[in-house]
C-alpha cells in the first residue's frame, strides 16, 4: 500500500483528489494538509510514502517547504500546480530543489479524470524511487562546468528526449554544453505554461542560446530549442539547412510532445548526422523512434541506471535495441564531443569555451 500526503490550501483540490486517488486500491490516503505546518506534523507521525504539493499556499510557500522536506525528512514529491505563470517559474525552482515531477490541477491543461490517472501512475512509480537528503547551494555559489568547445559541427543534430528528472538532468548537460554545440533539440514531457519559463531558465546560463521553439526556427550550432508543451516538435531539412515545426496533434505514447514523434522526425531528417540522447522518465517514449535513429545511421545514447530519477524510457531503448552507449549523466557531453570529433577527424579544435555567467 502506497501511503500519500496531499498538501493544497483548497478544500476542492483536496476532496477531489483524496476520492480519485483513493479509488486505486494500491493507494491509501494517509492525511490532506491545507499549510506546510499542517503537513508538517502528519510527515513527522505518519512517514508518507509520496507527497503531492502546491506551491502556492498561506504561511509557507510550497518551494520553500520542499526545502524542508528534502533537507529534514526527503520523501518523493509530486507538484501540483494551476500553472499559472508565476506557478510555472515556482514550478521549475521545485524541480531544481528536489521535486520528482509536475502535473497540473484540474481544470487547466488536465480534466479531474486525466489528471487522476496520470497522478496515479506517477505515484506508483516515484513511491519506488530512492531520495536522499538535499543541501541547497549558498547562493553565489552555482558552478557552470567548462567543457570542450567544437571549430566543425555541420549538418550535425543532437536530439533529447527527457520526462521524470529530465529537468534537472537537461539542466546538468546545459551547464556544460559549449557555446558553438552543434543545434539541439529538446523534447521534454510538460505542461502547456511551463517550457517557456524553463527554456528562459536554460538560456539564463547556457554557453548555447536556448528558446522555446517556434515553427520555422532554424536549428544551428549554438542554438537548442526546446519544444513547447502541448505541441509536438519535428525537424526538417531544407538543403543543407534544418529547421522544425511545431504542430499539434493526437498524444503519442500518452504525451504531447512526444518524443517518438521528434526522434523520427531526426531519423527522416537528419540520418547519420544525428545523435540522439534518452535521459530519466517513466514509460517507453522514445525508444521506437531512437531504433529507428540508429537504424538510419545515428549514433545513440541512454543515461545509465545509477543517474536517473526514473529508469524507465533509457531502459525501453536500450532493450528495444536503439542506443549504442549506456552513460552516466556527467559523461554524456564528453561522449557526444569525442563521437563529432570522430566523424570530422582531425578538422575539430578544441579549444577552452568562456562561459556566460550563471544567473540567479
Known sequence: MIRVLIVDDSAVVRSVFSQELAKDP??????????????????????????????????????????????????????????????????????????????????????????????????????????????????????????????????QIVAIGSSTGGTVALDHLFHTFPANFPGVIVTQHMPPGFTKSFAE??????????????????????????????????????????????KDGPLVNRHKPSVDVMFRSVSKAAGKNAIGIILTGMGGDGAKGMLEMKNEGATNIAQDESTCVVFGMPKVAIETGGVDHILPLDKITKKVIAILEQRDGPSIVRTSMPSRPVSG
Not at 47 to 72: A, S
Open 201 to 246: 531558465r536554460l538560456d539564463s546560463f547556457s554557453a548555447m542560446s536556448v528558446k522555446e521553439a517556434e515553427t520555422g526556427d532554424s536549428v544551428v550550432p549554438g542554438v537548442a530549442l526546446i519544444a513547447p508543451g502541448s505541441k509536438h516538435l519535428l525537424l526538417r531539412r531544407s538543403g543543407a539547412r534544418y529547421y522544425v515545426d511545431v
Open 26 to 155: 494500491e493507494i491509501q490516503i494517509i492525511g490532506t494538509a491545507p499549510n506546510p505546518y499542517v503537513a508538517r506534523d502528519i510527515m513527522v507521525k505518519e512517514h508518507p510514502d509520496v507527497i503531492t504539493l502546491d506551491l502556492e499556499m498561506p504561511r509557507m510557500d510550497g518551494v520553500t517547504f520542499l526545502q524542508k522536506i528534502m533537507h529534514f525528512l526527503p520523501t518523493p514529491v509530486i507538484v501540483v500546480s494551476s500553472l499559472t505563470s508565476k506557478g510555472s517559474q515556482l514550478a521549475l525552482d521545485a524541480l531544481a530543489c528536489g521535486a520528482v515531477d509536475v502535473m497540473c490541477k484540474p481544470g487547466a491543461a488536465y480534466t479531474v479524470g486525466d489528471m487522476a490517472t496520470d497522478l496515479i501512475d506517477k505515484i506508483k512509480m516515484v513511491s519506488r524511487i530512492p531520495v536522499h537528503k538535499k543541501d541547497l547551494p549558498k547562493p553565489g555559489k552555482s558552478e557552470i562546468h567548462v567543457a570542450k568547445a567544437l571549430s566543425k559541427t555541420t549538418n
